[in-house]
């Protein structure tokens, strides 16, 4: 499915995608300390030079043939790989701290379900299977679409989003092989569309996702004062569309969904927001949800209407907040054994006592 490419704003004068060099969009790399810093004393610095020396090259040559191997399969055997080896990962982390939190968090969350422990412990081993697909998947983000794994849900949402005639701003979460979404809207639903991302620690898993998105040539930018001015200078021109996603760490913790905490004050929600502000544009909330193996329903939610006084069309930061809370935390909820950020969430300790009172949208 291909829809018109995105047409809002004159773009000309303004910034242009094929004005900005594509390996601008890659993450600048850390300084390399000092080898012999590996067999320095215990400490900081000793830890940071066996990461960069020793770690991380070589779980980047693993992550590196694996991805150039499942790249080659096909999407059905590459996702039953994903959730085959999934047990093994668990097994493997079984004593790491997240892993505990994922489990913790898993429980806390689904609290409300009507289950034994038996039946909580087999969401849980769900949750990591589907986790193993989302990340052996990764390597079919840019033929999901392609191959039509991708379903779309709620074309009529798009359309009238699209009559407004401007720039869509498209917000999501982490369900799913999210990267797949980046590549149905970039290359199917509101092409061209750029974006924000987060860089992975290892420099090697950099390079593996900066080659995936060169291939369709997707501009999605790395942290940085240059990329919030190109972001916001492309979407205000009409140049492309923007997919950002809401769910992301930052300050060592997820803050959307709020699940009864504060809503938050900074973070890709409130650049979204700000964005779409600034030129003129339309939010439009969308998810995934894994159906069967690699094959997913894209569904796109009706666009959120301006909520400014004075009917200045604008969004107003708190009540757009409250409104991507009030849809998303729902979704996840629903969708918890498919939500990859889980892991990066930091509930606070007396979360469970509350939870009736500060989270109304708990399963049920």
């Not at 590196?64 to 080896?85: C, D, I, M, Q």
């Not at 409300?112 to 081993?125: A, P």
């Not at 997919?243 to 930052?250: A, L, P, Q, S």
């Amino acid at each position: 499915m291909t829809l018109p490419r995105q047409k809002n704003a004159d773009q000309s004068g303004g910034l242009r995608l094929e004005d900005i060099p594509f390996h601008e969009t890659m993450p600048e790399e850390p300084a390399a300390p000092s080898v012999p810093g590996i067999f320095g004393p215990a400490g900081d610095e000793r830890t940071a030079a066996r990461r960069y020396w020793i770690t991380h090259p070589v779980d980047g040559l693993l992550n590196t043939v694996f991805h150039g191997l499942l790249e080659r399969l096909p999407a059905r055997f590459v996702s039953t790989f994903g959730n085959a080896t999934a047990d093994l990962a668990r097994l493997r982390y079984k004593n790491r701290i997240f892993a505990g939190r994922i489990e913790r968090n898993f429980h806390a969350l689904t609290s409300s379900l009507d289950r034994n422990d038996q039946e909580q412990q087999d969401g849980l081993k769900r949750w990591w299977r589907n986790i193993g697909r989302t990340m052996a998947e990764f390597s079919k983000a840019n033929h999901l679409w392609r191959e039509d794994h991708l379903k779309v849900q709620g074309l009529e949402n798009l359309e009238r989003a699209q009559e407004l005639g401007k720039p869509l701003i498209f917000v999501s979460m982490h369900l799913g092989t999210w990267e797949a979404a980046f590549t149905a809207i970039h290359e199917g639903l509101a092409a061209p569309s750029i974006g924000p991302f987060q860089p992975e620690p290892n420099r090697f898993t950099n390079r593996i996702v900066y080659k995936l998105r060169k291939r369709r040539n997707q501009y999605l930018f790395p942290p940085g004062q240059r990329s919030a001015i190109r972001l916001h200078k492309l979407l205000r021109s009409g140049a492309a569309s923007l997919t950002i996603f809401i769910d992301e760490v930052r300050d060592n913790q997820v803050h959307l969904p709020a699940f009864g905490r504060p809503l938050p004050d900074k973070g890709n929600a409130v650049v979204a927001i700000k964005l779409a502000n600034a030129a003129g544009g339309t939010i439009v909330p969308f998810y995934l949800r894994r159906q069967n193996g690699p094959d997913f329903d894209l569904n796109i939610l009706p666009p959120l209407e301006p909520n400014a006084a004075y009917q200045t069309k604008r969004y107003d930061l708190r009540p757009t907040l409250q409104a991507f809370n009030e849809i998303f935390e729902p979704i996840v909820l629903d969708n918890i054994e498919h939500w990859y950020m889980l892991g990066e969430l930091r509930l606070p300790a007396n979360f469970e006592r509350n939870l009736g009172e500060k989270c109304p949208t708990a399963l049920s």
